[in-house]
């Protein structure tokens, strides 16, 4: 074969412009359809730019919803302003979901202020935390100035190891009072609106001094916000009709996801490049909807351990069955069952309750709790997997001895 394989791509014309423009990891110049939003947090941080102290705040809304990019936005925007006007303003921000324990997140404040070649850098792991708390506050006030602090899907973090890192950096104003002139503020970024209830009182009323709740965009503000950014990102004339209306309506039953939008109206593009096709049309779409459903699950199953995976089966088995609404003994019956066809040993059925309640968490069910009144109360499972895609199949593709569990004889439960 002659030539480099990279040829006939190349001298292919693309159907983008920009294809970054249409990742929402990108940091438009314009925020549709947030006026509200940006009003209100703007209308806070402007005391960092007269050296006050900006209230901390907690910032709810639904995955997609534009809190991040309203927040890099307005932070930016806070930044610049600072240097124009020479008071010092210092936004951080954090993925509490990548950087995941108080540790973590105080080295990476800690890391992000170092000035010079001649300060050393807070080690991965390894020093006591009150060091890396009373070195970032050292490097805080050696930088000056009012420091916003992002701590983006800060639920994930307090879930997991509780809100000690919020308590410290809640009462930092104490400590960088007594040692210098910083100043600090913290903005709390939730996708669950419940969050709060892990945070002990003291901590709350330090945290959520201003809240904003960030509502679904709905199907025409979608469409809004992808014709401006296909306008930048996608060449004129490529978009069949119905496209952004499609992908607009897909997204907004997904509570208003701009994201998922965004990644469709991206992956639908990219399908028209690789059918060698000129203009995007509904197809695509489709083509685009079921490959970002797998790309989605798929990761989180092959991760699974064992008996998690035997538990989601069990759930996905009672569905094929017929079963909606189905109760905790109903999973546990088949997945005992399932447990034999896959040559293991079962939990106990407390133990499967929490392995529920952590594919619950992980989005791969929805579990809720119902009253029957005199009978008490129980929990209704169904699975959360999109009907395109085929669940099972992945599962097995994931751990190939589920296919013996999946051929396997069942005995269900009759429902009275």
């Known amino acids: 074969m002659g030539g480099n394989i990279f040829d006939n791509f190349l001298a292919h014309p693309s159907l983008f412009i ?31 730019l007269k050296g006050q102290i900006p209230s901390n705040m907690i910032l709810y809304g639904v995955t997609g919803a534009g809190k991040t990019a309203v927040t890099r936005f307005i932070c930016s ?39 010079s070649h001649e300060m050393e850098d807070i080690p991965f792991t390894g020093w006591p935390t009150d060091r890396v708390f009373d070195e970032l506050v050292r490097r805080m006030n050696r930088r000056g100035g009012v420091h916003v602090i992002v701590l983006d899907e800060i639920d994930h973090l307090v879930k997991k190891t509780g809100d000690d890192l919020l308590y410290n950096l809640c009462n930092i104003n104490e400590d960088l009072k007594r040692r210098g002139s910083a100043r600090c503020c913290v903005i709390g970024i939730s996708n669950d609106l419940k969050f709060t209830e892990y945070l002990d009182p003291r901590v709350m009323s330090r945290l959520g001094q201003e809240s904003v709740i960030f509502s679904p965009y709905d199907a025409g503000q979608l469409s809004d916000i992808l014709q401006k950014r296909a306008e930048k990102g996608i060449k004129k004339g490529i978009l069949g009709e119905g496209v952004l209306p499609l992908c607009s309506a897909l997204a907004a039953q997904e509570h208003g996801d701009a994201r998922r939008a965004l990644d469709l109206i991206r992956v639908s593009t990219e399908k028209a490049e690789q059918s060698g096709d000129e203009k995007v049309e509904v197809h695509h779409v489709r083509m685009a909807q079921n490959q970002i459903e797998c790309d989605q699950i798929t990761p989180v199953i092959k991760t699974l351990p064992p008996q998690q995976k035997l538990v989601l089966f069990a759930v996905l088995l009672n569905e ?30 407390r133990r499967v309750t929490d392995l529920l ?5 992980l989005g791969l069910i929805n579990s809720k709790t119902v009253s029957r009144g005199r009978y008490g109360r129980s929990k209704e499972i169904n699975s959360c997997m999109p009907e395109s895609i085929d669940a099972t199949g992945i599962m097995i593709q994931a751990d190939e001895s589920l296919d013996s569990v999946n051929n396997g004889s069942y005995r269900f439960q009759s429902r009275l």
Request: with cysteine.
């Open 18 to 48: 920009n294809k970054e423009v249409m990742r929402h990891s990108h940091s438009p110049k314009e925020l549709p359809h947030r006026e509200r939003e940006i009003k209100a947090i703007r209308f806070n941080l402007v005391e960092a």
């Open 77 to 115: 925007q806070l930044e610049d302003k600072g240097k124009q006007i020479g008071n010092s303003v210092n936004p951080v921000h954090v993925n509490c979901r990548t950087i995941d324990t108080q540790y973590r997140v105080l080295a990476f404040l800690g890391n992000s202020l170092l000035e």
């Open 320 to 349: 094929r069955n017929g079963l909606s609404n189905i109760a905790t003994g109903e999973v546990y019956e088949i997945y005992r069952q399932a447990c034999k066809h896959y040559g293991s040993n079962n939990l106990t059925q």
């Open 357 to 361: 309640s952590n594919l619950d968490m």
